[in-house]
C-alpha cells in the first residue's frame, strides 16, 4: 500500500535577476496557495525562478504543477516549464492562475500545454480542485467555483467565487517553502487587504476585483506581525507593495500603529503603496506616530502632471495640487516617498507630456524626501477601461493567443505596434522612459555630510565619497536634461557603468582622502 502523500509544485516564473537572498520579493500569492493546499495535508513544493534557475525544478508524478503569470515574460517563461513537464509526463494536470489568465481564461485555455484556470483568488478553488483530481472525478469540476478547464478538448468557464473573507486566511505563511535558509532574511512580505476601490483606467483592478476592496483586521496584522519577527529575527524590513492600497481605511492603520507602539515591537523599515487623495485623510497625528515608530517608505503613482491627461484619460481621480501639497506635507513629516509616472498616453500631447516633466522637476526642488522610480511607457493591460480603449478606436491589435502574449514585452512594445500616438512622440516617450532616471536626489546637496546624513542614504553601505561625486554628476546631467526634454545619447550612464565596472570606487575614494583631504572637508 503506497502511503506517500499526495504532492503538486508551485512555480513562480519571474526571471532569474538576483543573488542577494535579503533584497527577494517572495511570491505571496503562492504562499497563500501553499497554506490552503497543506491545510488538507497535502505537500508543496515551491520554486521561485526569481532566486532558483530552472535546473532546480525536480520532476516528480505531481497530482499538478502549478503556475502564476503576469502579462509579458512570466506567460513565456511559464510556458517553458509546463512544457518540460509536458515531456516528463503528459499526464500530471496543469494550472495556470493569476491577473492574466483571469482576464483571458478562455483563449489561455485554448494553449496546449495548459488543462485549468484558476480564475481570481485560488485559496478555495484549488483545495477543490485538488479533492477533484484525488478523487479522479472529472464530473466534480463543474461544480467547482473560480475554475475554467478543459475537458476532451472542451473548454467550459465555471462561475466566479466570492471572494475570500481576509480575517480567515492564514497568517502563519509557509515561507520555509521558498527553498533557502532564511535565518538571515532582512525582508519579508506582509498581504494586509486586497483590491481597490479606484478606476483608473489602466489598472486590472477594476476587472479583477470589480473596485472591491477588503482587509485584514489592524488585530490580526498585529498577530502575523509579530509571528514573522519573532520568527526571523534578522528581518528589519516589512513589505506591503503586494497589495495595491494600504492607506484607504485610515483609522485600521492608526490602530494597527497604536498596537505597535503599545506592544513596543521593535522598529522596522517598511514600504506600502498610497494615493495622494488617501493621504489628504491621514491625520497628522497619524503620520507623527508613524514617523516616530517606524522607518516608512511611501509609494504614490502620480502619472501626470496635466489635469487633463489625469482626468479624461487616466481616470485617476486626484488633483495636481494634491500631489504637490502632499509632497510638501511628507516632507514636512520627513517621511521617503517615491512616485511613478507614465508617459506616451492616447491622446496626450507634447506640452501635456512637458507639465509632467515640469512637476518632477518642481518637486524634486521642493524636496529631498522625495523621489520617483520612472517615467513608464504605457502598456495597454487585457480587461482594462485604456485598453478596450485603444483597440476600438487606435486599432490597436492585441495578442491573440498565450504564446504570443508571453512576448508582450511590457514598457518596451515596438514603436510600431503604439497605434493610439505619432512615431515622433512615442520614440521620445521611449527615450524619456529610459533615460529619465531621477530615482535618487535631485542632488540638492550642498555638502558632503548632507550627503551622507540624508535620511535616503544614512546607514546604507554605499555611502562612500565616490557616489557623493556620482550623484552631483549624474544630477546636474538630468536637471539639464529635464529642462532641454533633450533625453537622447545617455552617456552620463554609460560612464558611470564603465567606471562601476572597473570597480573603482573604493580606490578613488582613498585617492581623494590621500590627496585632497582638504578638499573633502570643505565639501
Not at 360 to 367: A, K, Q, T
Request: glycine share 4%.
Amino acid at each position: 500500500m503506497n502511503n506517500k502523500k499526495p504532492s503538486v509544485l508551485l512555480v513562480n516564473p519571474e526571471e532569474y535577476n538576483i543573488s542577494n537572498m535579503n533584497s527577494c520579493r517572495f511570491p505571496v500569492s503562492l504562499l497563500y496557495i501553499a497554506g490552503s493546499l497543506e491545510s488538507i495535508d497535502i505537500e508543496v513544493n515551491i520554486v521561485d525562478l526569481k532566486i532558483n534557475t530552472i535546473d532546480e525544478i525536480v520532476f516528480d508524478d505531481y497530482l499538478f504543477v502549478g503556475i502564476t503569470m503576469l502579462t509579458g515574460k512570466m506567460i513565456k517563461e511559464g510556458l517553458n516549464v509546463l512544457q518540460l513537464f509536458k515531456d516528463y509526463n503528459p499526464d500530471i494536470p496543469t494550472v495556470i492562475g493569476g491577473v492574466h489568465p483571469t482576464l483571458l481564461a478562455e483563449q489561455s485555455l485554448k494553449n496546449e500545454l495548459v488543462d485549468f484556470v484558476v480564475m481570481g483568488e485560488g485559496e478555495e478553488t484549488i483545495k477543490e480542485l485538488s479533492n477533484a483530481l484525488l478523487l479522479n472525478d472529472v464530473n466534480l469540476f463543474q461544480d467547482i467555483k473560480g475554475l475554467a478547464y478543459k475537458v476532451d478538448n472542451k473548454i467550459h468557464i465555471n462561475s466566479g467565487r466570492v471572494p475570500s473573507n481576509m480575517d480567515e486566511l492564514p497568517i502563519h505563511l509557509p515561507y520555509h517553502l521558498i527553498g533557502h535558509d532564511l535565518s538571515q532574511v532582512k525582508l519579508l512580505p506582509l498581504h494586509t487587504s486586497r483590491g481597490c476601490p479606484f478606476r483608473c483606467a489602466f489598472c486590472y483592478n477594476v476587472a479583477v476585483n470589480e473596485r472591491k476592496y477588503r482587509t485584514k483586521s489592524a488585530s490580526l496584522v498585529i498577530q502575523e506581525l509579530d509571528y514573522i519577527l519573532k520568527k526571523y529575527p534578522n528581518v528589519i524590513t516589512i513589505d506591503f507593495q503586494a497589495e495595491d492600497e494600504f492607506f484607504i481605511y485610515p483609522k485600521r492603520i492608526k490602530q494597527l500603529f497604536e498596537a505597535i507602539e503599545e506592544q513596543k515591537i521593535k522598529k522596522i523599515h517598511w514600504s506600502a503603496f498610497l494615493r495622494w487623495d488617501t493621504l489628504s485623510r491621514v491625520d497628522d497625528d497619524l503620520l507623527n506616530l508613524i514617523y516616530e515608530i517606524s522607518f516608512p517608505v511611501f509609494s504614490l503613482g502620480s502619472e501626470s502632471g496635466n489635469q487633463r491627461v489625469l482626468d479624461e484619460i487616466i481616470i485617476k481621480d486626484i488633483k495636481i495640487n494634491q500631489i504637490i501639497e502632499g509632497t510638501l506635507r511628507l516632507t514636512e513629516k520627513k517621511i521617503n516617498h517615491i512616485s511613478s509616472f507614465m508617459c506616451c498616453l492616447p491622446t496626450e500631447s507634447l506640452d501635456e507630456l512637458k507639465d509632467t516633466l515640469k512637476l518632477v522637476r518642481h518637486l524634486y526642488e521642493e524636496s529631498l524626501y522625495f523621489s520617483i522610480n520612472g517615467i513608464f511607457m504605457f502598456n495597454p493591460i487585457p480587461g482594462t477601461h485604456l485598453f478596450d480603449r485603444v483597440v476600438k478606436d487606435f486599432n490597436f491589435n492585441p495578442p491573440q493567443n498565450l504564446i504570443d502574449w508571453g512576448d508582450y514585452e511590457m514598457g518596451m512594445l515596438p514603436i510600431d505596434a503604439i497605434t493610439w500616438q505619432t512615431k515622433r512622440h512615442a520614440l521620445f516617450c521611449q527615450d524619456l522612459s529610459n533615460w529619465a532616471k531621477l530615482g535618487k536626489p535631485f542632488a540638492y546637496f550642498r555638502t558632503y555630510n548632507d550627503f551622507i546624513n540624508d535620511p535616503k542614504h544614512k546607514n546604507t553601505i554605499n555611502d562612500t565619497f565616490f557616489n557623493f561625486l556620482k550623484y552631483i554628476f549624474m544630477s546636474a546631467i538630468q536637471r539639464l536634461r529635464y529642462k532641454t526634454m533633450f533625453f537622447k545619447y545617455p552617456f552620463e550612464f554609460e560612464l558611470i557603468r564603465q567606471i562601476e565596472r572597473l570597480q573603482q570606487p573604493k580606490r578613488l575614494q582613498r585617492l581623494i582622502n590621500k590627496f585632497f583631504p582638504a578638499f573633502k572637508s570643505q565639501m
